[in-house]
């Protein structure tokens, strides 16, 4: 017999007695009823920031101020022409010496401040990890209570890869001392803004 | 579960070298206790916790008890999102499956985040000996790796070291400067020394944490990121996983990750809980499902809910034998309470020290998100052992009275005049928080049918 048969068969062969049945999940109310709130606490918990973008004030512009020196500021969301693309590269490896990636979150969950991001948002997985610092954009409104709440949606079951972000890539590992960019992403910062007009239209056009 | 010796673990003996070390002693005890007292904090931020745990354990044994048909399910999704599918009866016959794998597509550098499985089927030590060679990726895997010690915690790997520790080895095996022992500096030169490894790899290794029937979906969680780094880097991805970790339905997840790093760390989420359902575009995806002893365990009616832990460490934490002992005493792939019940069933003369490394205080059962009772399956194991006369007679004695010693706060601190410096160097709040810390969650264990005192005086009768 191969490995698949005789394993699934020893699995049957040796079923728990008894009935065992599969629970339903009941709703549990929200920690908070502030979404935003909660998942501001949330991120800042994980090592991550959050802005709102200034009225009257340019995205690109308002990023770059947010990290001075830093030269190299790729776009995956497709809101900031100013910058190059993050699909322009030709291997998940080429985006090894970005500074600074932007992209967008399909949506965020405030009992843990994560952002759902998958290769849609993502274009290429790796921006995610090899860049020094992460931007993320957020539609305030495109929050969800909890951890429950997110996995109620399709999302996930609609792409190849998708990750729950929650702050920036971390470490206790020696001697318990917390260390941000263990080997991904030094810093994550999220800026509360909708989506810009022109890229809806870019995105349905396309 | 090394192949050279198959010699039985003298848990005391190795135990007691653990505590003659002061500062490490003192720092492995507090750093777990801490770890302990932070999950605690998120348990009390949860008002549904102990109604998460008892969906967690009721899905699990769901799951088991059909195990077969979520296996077939799981597959069937697997192989439409396009990812290859294998099974291994064994460790032999996964690593045999990946070095296949890896050789049909040329690969001969592989990176690799943590998985407990790889560590049981002993499969770097044999990808090493056919050519390949391997990066782990995870920091404290890393340094367990480059100073050739297995890790000492499924969670927390190196948390035995200090980092005077890792300094050394850093500077033996990567450079760097062996004086300079501040904890930024080391991981960054890790960092460093590591992203250039990944860059160039040809294949990545990753376990999971869960498996998704209904989707396909193999979820991972870590905090630094490195496991999406070894899948997404590289153009070939292998899952290594063992067939435990099915769970029936996406929202399933909502109710273990929730309780997972929140019992693991104490922190509400893992920094990325990533979902793997199919290879990007022009990458490939294999994920070996692994039974190595499951599908047995599955049939005994004492231990099979065992197979419902997530691997969360908690149990470890609160062990006041495992926070006092260290991981690699307990010589086996699996340490701390939850090790002291898996490793007997692939083993029971070699690892029949085991199950008295316990006080059977119930601390583990009261903390452990799926509800296991691991300390009535540690006196179980512990009749199974003694009926199979498996417990040598001269050891009989010093294997008992380390459980009693390493756990009970008096005795312990007479043991030694090491201890003793390890007692006072400590902050008083906290020796004396930790005293009582076994009792102080929402619930009492059940207590054992009969004490251990009773067993043991029958014991020595019969004996
Ligand atoms: S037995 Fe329970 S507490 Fe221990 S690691 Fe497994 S799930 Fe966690």
Not at chain 1, 148 to 169: C, H, I, K, N
Not at chain 2, 66 to 92: P, S
């Amino acid at each position: 017999m191969s490995a698949r048969d005789d394993i699934l068969a020893a699995c049957r062969a040796a079923r728990p007695p008894g009935d065992h049945p599969l629970p339903n999940l009941p709703a549990f109310a929200p920690a908070s009823s502030d979404l935003r709130a909660g998942f501001e606490q949330g991120l800042a918990l994980m090592g991550g920031r959050s802005f709102d973008l200034p009225a009257g004030t340019a995205l690109g512009a308002f990023i770059a101020a947010q990290f001075p020196g830093e030269r190299l500021i790729r776009d995956a969301s497709g809101e900031l022409p100013e910058f190059p693309r993050v699909d322009a590269v030709n291997r998940p490896r080429d985006l090894e010496n970005v500074d600074v990636a932007v992209v967008r979150a399909r949506f965020g969950v405030a009992e843990t401040g994560s952002v759902f991001l998958s290769e849609s948002e993502l274009q290429v997985n790796t921006v995610g990890y090899l860049s020094q610092h992460l931007v993320v954009l957020l539609d305030p409104v495109a929050l969800v209570a909890g951890i429950a709440d997110a996995y109620q949606r399709r999302d996930f079951g609609e792409v190849r890869y998708a990750s729950l972000m929650t702050g920036p890539s971390a470490t206790a590992d020696i001697e318990g001392v917390l260390i941000r960019g263990a080997q991904g992403v030094r810093s994550l910062t999220v800026i509360f803004c909708p989506r810009t007009i022109e890229d809806a239209a870019a995105r349905s056009a396309g | 579960m090394s192949p050279e010796t198959h010699e039985p673990v003298d848990h005391a003996a190795a135990a007691a070298r653990f505590i003659a070390d002061a500062p490490h002693l003192a720092f492995h005890d507090t750093r777990l206790w801490e770890l302990r007292q932070k999950r605690d904090g998120q348990m009390h931020g949860v008002p549904e916790w102990e109604t998460l745990r008892d969906l967690a354990s009721a899905i699990k044994e769901h799951t088991l008890s059909r195990l077969a048909e979520y296996l077939e399910q799981f597959e069937a999704q697997a192989i439409a999102n396009g990812v290859q599918v294998h099974w291994a009866r064994d460790g032999a016959e996964h690593n045999a499956i990946v070095l296949r794998i890896l050789r049909e597509n040329n690969a001969k550098t592989l990176v690799k985040s943590k998985s407990m499985l790889t560590e049981e089927c002993e499969m770097s030590p044999f990808l090493a000996q056919h050519g390949i060679t391997i990066t782990e990726t995870d920091l404290g895997e890393r340094i367990q790796q480059l100073d050739d010690e297995p890790p000492s915690h499924i969670v927390v790997p190196a948390v035995h070291k200090l980092r005077t520790d890792v300094a050394r080895v850093f500077a033996r095996r990567i450079g760097g400067d062996p004086e300079n022992t501040d904890a930024h500096y080391l991981a960054e030169h890790c960092r460093v020394t590591t992203r250039p490894l990944m860059l160039d790899a040809d294949a990545g290794l990753t376990g999971a944490n869960f498996l998704v029937a209904e989707t396909g979906a193999m979820v991972v969680c870590t905090n630094e990121g490195n496991a999406d780094l070894s899948a997404n880097l590289p153009p070939l991805h292998i899952v290594s996983v063992g067939i435990e970790k099915l769970i029936p339905r996406q929202a399933d997840l909502g109710v273990f990750v929730r309780l997972l790093s929140r019992s693991a760390l104490g922190s509400p989420i893992t920094q990325y809980t990533s979902h793997f359902r199919g290879a990007r575009d022009g990458g490939r995806m294999h994920i070996v499902l692994v039974d190595n002893g499951r599908s047995k365990r599955l049939g005994q009616a004492e231990f099979w809910t065992s197979l419902k832990c997530i691997r969360c460490g908690a149990c470890m934490n609160t062990c006041p034998v495992y926070r006092r002992s260290g991981g690699l005493s307990y010589g086996a792939v699996y340490s701390g309470p939850i090790g002291a019940i898996i490793n007997p069933a692939y083993d029971p003369a070699r690892y029949a020290a085991l199950p008295f490394a316990s006080t059977l205080n119930g601390s583990c059962t009261q903390v452990c998100p799926v509800r296991i009772n691991i300390h009535e399956q540690l006196y179980a194991w512990r009749r199974i052992i003694a009926a199979g006369g498996l417990l040598p007679g001269k050891k009989r004695l010093v294997m008992r009275l380390a459980g009693v010693v390493l756990g009970s706060p008096a005795l312990y601190r007479l043991s030694t005049a090491l201890a003793r410096t390890a007692v006072r160097i400590l902050p008083r709040g906290l020796l004396y928080t930790r005293l009582n810390g076994w009792g102080r969650d929402r619930e009492l264990p059940t207590p054992p049918s009969e004490s251990f005192a009773s067993w043991h005086a029958r014991r020595k009768k019969a004996g």
